[in-house]
């Protein structure tokens, strides 16, 4: 891990300027929001396919619909509370039920909003995309993953959801040997006491959380699950298996998103405990994002505590 | 209009009547009246208007359509069915599992079908995407939409048609079906959307009034649309729900309801009469 930090969506909005070098089909569609979004970047360079809807989600989203029927490669913006909730419907009907492909980059997901509060901070977001049909959900965990996603998708066919967030996080991919697939599973840590399952910015917490354990002599197996949707089941079920006792991590509701994802491949398949760590069915609050991550549990420390909890249950 | 070509639209849009009947009737579900309200409309768009290619549905430079008032699915189906795209006998297994044609409109499933709709406000959008791609890309086709009167009382719908003045879309066209009734009743009891036509001229689009139901009228107004540079055209028809069936005329009980068997030979026969009697002029 480097001490380099960068917002997911500082990463996205600098992909969208470098693939539309090569490919003129992609346009970008924003709703008042470039300069949070930084799909202002991709504006200033290409204004001829930005698109901006102003404040109207709903139709920003059908219009990206209506595009995609023409073979535009679409990318569609707004904080994630008001794409995937202000148009959850738009996005299943005229998304998701004919398949288009639309790319919809949500950013300012999650607590880590901070400031804004409760009516910003979209931690539901995860659990509407995974109750569309056919949706592909990306959850980035750094930089490095970011772009590599935001390339697969571009040759990437059907509707996908990428979730994005607005505070700056240690850039953890940067290795050689660091490969992106759609709906492939990353093992960072191996380990066969337990396995730590975790998305998004929490991948980094969980690393640091595995170096805790481990000097209490517990050898703790790192998952990066980047794809929520389609879940990579093998790499969770051959954790099961091999580690007896999972917990999850991410900054999400704990109904609905990963932890539940992974819950219900478990208990179908290889049942055993499963504990989660997540915002903890609560509305958050205004505060600087490292506060809020730490009021809500969102920290290495709480993964250490919730895995010394689920190895007695093992 | 020339008065053969008038003649064989009226024949036209009445065999489309027949087949709106035909699927809800087999259906045992389904919108009669507001299909049969727009239907002359689509029978004009579709073999006077629209440049697609039947044998290859899905042709890049083709016109597109998208019916935003998608509960009136068996309208569309009926034209498309005569137009050629699929067997005029697919009418009869509409909403049936498994079936073709879907109780709203599928663009997966259905050949001819330009977009999937069906929750109201959302297809106005999709046209405006695909207006816009066309600007993107310097293509000349072009983008019709059908509305529902009740339906412009959803908020999308406002906010596409501000979009569609914004980017200066003068290659859609939109058609609102105003029937003057909706599920609860009237639409100016329910939630009245007027003045419609003051409404889309103050969101910067060209307005067209006329009877839904005069061809004359409705080529009038396509012939208008084309002359329309740096804007969006509205054509803003008056129609009746249930037209060309007695029973069903302007009353609001036939806005999602199917004909009995009883029923079902009355409309077929009322529709086989005036089908004979143009064939006869």
Redesign the interface.
């Known amino acids: 891990m480097s001490d380099k930090k960068i917002a997911t969506r500082d990463s996205y909005g600098a992909a969208l300027v470098e693939l539309a070098q090569e490919d003129e089909n992609i ?1 970008v569609l924003d709703a008042d929001l470039a300069a949070a979004t930084k799909t202002g970047m991709f504006k200033k360079a290409f204004p ?2 930005f ?1 901006d ?2 404040i ?1 989600e ?2 920003m ?12 490669k679409v990318f569609a913006s707004s904080f994630a509370m008001f794409a995937a909730g202000r148009a959850f ?2 996005i299943r ?2 998304i998701g ?3 288009l492909k639309v790319n919809i980059c949500a950013t300012h997901a999650g607590i880590s909003v901070g400031e804004d509060g409760a009516t910003h901070q979209c931690n539901e977001d995860i659990a509407l995309m995974r109750t569309i049909p056919g949706m592909t959900i990306i959850n980035p965990s750094d930089d490095v993953e970011t772009k590599a996603c935001m390339k697969a998708l571009l040759s990437y066919d059907g509707p996908a959801y990428v979730r994005l967030g607005r505070l700056a996080v240690p850039v953890i991919n940067d290795h050689e040997d660091y490969n992106f697939e759609i709906g492939k599973g990353i093992e960072l840590v191996s380990g066969n006491d337990i396995t730590i399952v975790a998305t998004g910015l929490m991948v980094a917490e969980a690393l640091k959380a595995a170096e805790t354990l481990k000097q209490d002599g517990i050898n703790a197996r790192v998952i990066n699950i980047h794809t929520i949707k389609p879940l990579d089941k093998e790499i969770i079920l051959k954790a099961a298996k091999e580690t007896g006792v999972i917990v999850t991590a991410e900054e999400h509701n704990i109904i609905g998103g990963l932890g539940s994802a992974v819950s219900e491949v478990v208990c179908e398949n290889s049942p055993i405990p499963v504990l989660k760590v997540g915002v903890n069915d609560v509305f958050g609050m205004s505060g600087p994002a490292v506060e809020l991550l730490v009021k809500y549990g969102l920290t290495a420390d709480n993964i250490v505590a919730t895995c010394k909890k689920a190895l007695t249950m093992k | 209009m020339d008065k053969t070509r008038k003649k064989e639209l009226e024949i036209l849009a009445l065999k489309a009547r027949m087949g709106i009947i035909e699927g809800v009737y087999n259906a045992k579900s389904g919108h009669p009246g507001g299909s049969l309200s727009c239907v002359d409309t689509l029978t004009y768009i579709y073999f006077n208007e629209i440049n697609v290619d039947t044998k290859n549905p899905k042709w890049e430079g083709r016109d597109r359509f998208v019916l935003s008032k998608g509960h009136c699915a068996p309208a569309l189906y009926s034209v498309l069915a005569l137009k050629g795209f699929f067997p005029i006998e697919e009418l009869k297994s509409l909403r049936k599992v498994g079936a073709m044609l879907q109780g709203h409109p599928d663009m997966k499933g259905t050949p001819g079908v330009d977009m999937s709709t069906g929750s109201l406000g959302q297809g106005i959008s999709a046209a405006c995407g695909m207006a816009l791609s066309a600007k993107l890309s310097n293509k000349d086709y072009k983008v019709f939409a059908m509305l529902g009167d009740g339906e412009i009382q959803e908020g999308q719908v406002w906010e596409a048609t501000m979009m569609a003045a914004h980017y200066k879309l003068d290659n859609l066209v939109a058609v609102v079906d105003n029937n003057g009734l909706q599920i609860d009743g009237r639409i100016d009891e329910v939630m009245s959307p007027n003045p419609i036509t003051d409404k889309f001229a103050a969101f910067g689009w060209h307005v067209i009034s006329i009877d839904a139901h005069n061809f004359d009228e409705i080529e009038a107004a396509f012939n208008e649309a084309k002359t329309v540079t740096g804007k969006p055209t509205v054509i803003v028809q008056k129609s009746f729900k249930g037209k060309g069936v007695s029973y069903m005329h302007d009353n609001v009980a036939w806005h999602g309801n199917a004909p009995s068997e009883e029923q079902y030979h009355i409309a077929m026969a009322e529709l086989n009469e005036a089908l004979e009697k143009v064939q006869a002029e």
């Open positions: 346009v001829e396919r698109i809807c102003g109207a709903a139709n989203l059908g219009v990206a619909a209506g595009l995609a029927t023409t073979g535009k419907e738009i009907n005229s039920y004919p398949h």
